[in-house]
């Protein structure tokens, strides 16, 4: 005949450091005592929101399982619970001179919020043997539970409170900062993984930058393992700085607060800031009219070759002048083939040359050379017309290049971002539109280049 059977639980968890459960593991004998269910918590201490609690329920009996124990899934509000065993744990126990076979299954709960914590009852069903025949299968119910959850005093205020025995944070750099130029990319990861705890409760981080730098973060990636019940969270984030502009920047440091439960005490993690220096992607180079060196001498020699071939009846009139002025054009000229060099090396690093690799770039579909190229095209814009570069955003905007350049830098930085995507449809036509529009837009006249001295009207 199958019996209803039930049993009492009590158990309480205190809010000071120094309380204890509200009893050691409870035990409730069943059909005779043919049936003992033990319930009992780790840790026994205070609770803190976020810490790691297992429940242990053990199934014993003086004869034999005849069907296993079913434990129900537990569904908190306000709570994580888990089953991290998909079997029991089998053992044997000596009690009062008997042996008994026993079954143990652990939940695992995280409290999400301070104060008191209602579990519902388990309806747990199971089969054991009766006058050495399978007997029916019947239930045994829990009583509902009531878990008290604290935050420290030293904790109040912190912001998705980690608690954790052992926190690590490692961060690693694609490249070092030394020798940035515009158009650099910069990946920086960050790990956490900490201990009796899951990766989804690890706290997100904010990757703040200064204007001139822009941001884009991967989707993080979190994982979770078990070991003899005990998880360990892993929480990975990387975000990549594409540099806009030159100068001198400062990334702020992130800092991390989490609980530790067995020391009591709130450590605060803190990955330094750095600074840094962006220069421009190229720069002029100077040419010294007092003497040249060998590179400078063979760009003189072929822009003079270039400046005879456009200029072939202008030097055989020359000729004819004489001896004379052939003997003063010897001595002239090293002088002439530096101003030549000084000119070829301005049309070399001038905005219209810059332009056109950018054009060569993206009709290449080369993602790398577009990105160098595209800003060492902004930098010279700004060096020769400062007053169109000033308007570069909104006139971006209007020619549909800015839609066009986001969905590139999208994809290639991005969370989706294979590193090297395609370019999107209408780049180039919006890239030619954006120049045509800012050579349009006129320059300041001189009044204006004197500031405060002479006010607009």
């Excluded at 747990?124 to 119910?141: M, N, Q, S, Y």
């Excluded at 002029?284 to 822009?303: E, K, T």
Aim: one cysteine or more.
């Amino acid at each position: 005949m199958r019996a209803a059977s039930t049993f009492a639980l009590c158990l309480v968890l205190g809010l000071s450091g120094t309380a204890r459960l509200g009893a050691e593991p409870r035990e409730q004998s069943l059909r005779d005592g043919r049936v003992r269910v033990r319930v009992s918590t780790e840790p026994e201490g205070r609770v803190v929101i976020g810490q790691q609690t297992r429940l242990f329920v053990d199934i014993l009996t003086d004869t034999w399982f005849t069907q296993a124990p079913a434990y129900p899934d537990v569904d908190l509000d306000g709570a994580i619970a888990l089953q991290p065993e998909q079997l029991g744990t089998n053992f044997t126990e000596r009690i009062a001179g008997a042996t008994y076979a026993a079954q143990r299954r652990s939940y695992v709960i995280f409290p999400q919020r301070a104060g008191p914590l209602e579990l519902p009852s388990l309806r747990i069903e199971l089969g054991v043997a009766e006058d050495g025949r399978p007997g029916e299968p019947f239930v045994v119910t829990t009583p509902a539970l009531r878990l008290d959850v604290v935050i420290p005093a030293d904790a109040e205020g912190v912001e998705a409170l980690v608690t954790t025995p052992a926190l690590r944070v490692r961060e690693e750099w694609s490249r070092d900062l030394e020798g940035l130029v515009v158009g650099d990319a910069v990946k920086r990861s960050v790990r956490l993984s900490a201990e009796q705890a899951l990766g989804m409760l690890l706290p997100a981080l904010e990757f703040e930058a200064p204007p001139g730098i822009a941001t884009y973060a991967d989707q993080p990636r979190v994982s979770d393992r078990i070991h003899r019940g005990q998880y360990r969270g892993e929480r990975v984030e990387q975000v990549t700085y594409v540099l806009e502009r030159p100068g001198e920047y400062r990334l702020p440091a992130i800092e991390l607060s989490w609980w530790d439960p067995q020391e009591g005490r709130l450590v605060t993690e803190r990955l330094e800031e750095r600074s840094f220096e962006v220069a421009p992607s190229s720069g002029v180079a100077a040419v010294d009219a007092g003497g040249l060196d060998r590179a400078q001498l063979r760009d003189a020699m072929v822009a003079g070759v270039d400046f005879a071939r456009e200029h072939l009846g202008l030097l055989v009139a020359a000729g004819l002048v004489g001896f004379g002025l052939v003997r003063v054009g010897r001595r002239q000229g090293p002088r002439v083939a530096a101003a030549l060099g000084r000119a070829r090396e301005r049309r070399r690093l001038s905005e219209r040359s810059a332009f056109g690799a950018l054009e060569r770039s993206v009709r290449a579909g080369d993602a790398p050379a577009v990105v160098r190229d595209y800003w060492a095209w902004r930098e010279r814009l700004a060096r020769e017309r400062p007053q169109a570069a000033g308007a570069f955003e909104a006139h971006a905007q209007a020619s549909g290049f800015a839609e066009a350049w986001s969905r590139f830098e999208s994809a290639r930085y991005g969370p989706s971002g294979a590193g090297e995507p395609g370019l999107p449809p209408g780049l180039l036509e919006g890239l030619r539109s954006l120049r045509a529009r800012l050579r349009a837009a006129p320059e300041p006249g001189p009044e204006a280049a004197l500031g405060a001295l002479n006010p607009l009207r």
